[in-house]
């Protein structure tokens, strides 16, 4: 686990560009909120997330699955990190900041087909300036 990137991966670094792009300024990994969001763009008060669909247990992704080696630890490490996000996630909405959640599955998608990449960038953007939703459709 020690070789796993927590910051400045793949994912998070193709949503900062896309993100710049849009005319948006961020502080990237801003310690001075609970979680401390991937992404957060002062100006619009809005804490970006780009969580990895396996250590944060996406639903019903094909990438979220439990390990079956060493299944309890496993079980209740992505558990613990669940909660974790749930309870960051209530701070920084108690605090008035929006939490927008990007799942690393749908960055891939995003990375293959321009479709998907113009629906999302919407999304995320439309979230932004006015949703309080946190998962990106």
Known sequence: MARVKSKNTKPEIFLRKLLWHKGFTY???????????????????????VNGCFWHMHENCKYSSIPKSNY???????????????????????????????????????????SVLSKKVNSIYQKIIYNHNREVE
């Open 27 to 49: 502080r990237v990994n801003y310690k001075n909120l609970p979680g401390s969001p991937d992404i957060y763009l002062l100006k619009y008060k809005t804490a970006i997330f």
């Open 72 to 114: 309890e630890f496993w079980k209740n490490k992505l558990k613990g990190n669940v909660e974790m996000d749930k309870k960051n996630y209530a701070q920084l909405e108690s605090m008035g900041i929006k939490v927008i959640v990007v799942w690393g599955c749908e960055i891939k998608r995003m990375m293959k087909d321009d």
